[in-house]
């Protein structure tokens, strides 16, 4: 079965810090990933997505996020944070099989960022 | 242009009651799913609809759980005999047919006393 891991449950971060989460899921074959953002109060929106070509991939909020195979690795990064960028950040994985559409979720990450 | 909403937002009720839960998608969006987020978790999925067909029930976690979606559009969770480990967030998200991102509602707290 497809599982997802985070291993930073709860990271406090300075502003201009720089950010890491890591994320890493177990699926043998060609998968989707994403990671959403959910800030206090308001409900889950995507950050950025993986399906397929440079493993490296951008989103919103200069975000960005690499893809490493022979890893089953999908970590996000940011490069300096702010207070805004708190909130609580959840990977995704869907199999790119057939027509399974299903998200499977990590526990996922709360960021607080320090002003 | 409006996003998926679900009502209520809110709902309390007790245990061995039956709820309904709703969700209206992104206008045009075939595809519907149904997630449920326990405190300290990432959401796990329920149930997925493309149109008015489940095209992926594996994640109802008994036969409490049904989910309709009679017309494409509107789909209505419902819980029969409620018990308090059902006590969730219910989101509710919708997609296009041309892409996988999935568009999230607000959700529906659920508590069951």
């Known amino acids: 079965a497809q599982s997802v891991s985070q291993h930073n449950h709860h990271v406090i971060l300075s502003e201009a810090a720089s950010l890491e989460l890591g994320c890493n899921y177990s699926y043998g074959g060609t998968v989707n990933l994403f990671w959403y953002v959910q800030y206090p109060g308001q409900h889950l929106q995507l950050l950025l997505k993986?399906?397929?070509?440079d493993p490296l991939v951008k989103g919103i909020k200069g975000f960005e996020a690499e893809f490493i195979k022979s890893k089953f690795s999908f970590n996000l990064r940011k490069p300096s944070v702010q207070w805004s960028d708190t909130a609580e950040y959840f990977c995704?994985?869907?199999?790119?099989?057939?027509?399974?559409?299903?998200?499977?979720w990590g526990l996922g990450t709360s960021l607080a960022v320090n002003p | 242009g409006a996003g998926v909403s679900q009502t209520p937002s809110n709902k309390v009720t007790e245990k061995g009651k039956y709820v309904e839960l709703r969700c209206d998608p992104i206008s045009g969006h075939t595809a519907l799913y149904w997630y449920r987020q326990s405190l300290g978790q990432g959401p796990e999925f329920l149930i997925y609809?493309?149109?008015?067909?489940?095209?992926?029930d594996s994640g109802l976690p008994n036969d409490r759980f049904f989910a309709v979606r009679p017309e494409g559009s509107v789909s209505t969770l419902k819980i029969q005999r409620t018990e308090r480990g059902d006590s969730a967030v219910y989101l509710c998200?919708?997609?296009?047919?041309?892409?996988?991102?999935?568009?999230f509602g607000p959700g529906t707290r659920l508590t069951v006393l």
């Open positions: 609809f493309q149109g008015t067909g489940a095209a992926d």
């Open positions: 993986y399906f397929s070509g």
């Open positions: 995704a994985v869907n199999a790119n099989a057939g027509n399974n559409r299903k998200l499977i």
């Open positions: 998200a919708s997609s296009g047919h041309s892409t996988d991102e999935q568009f």
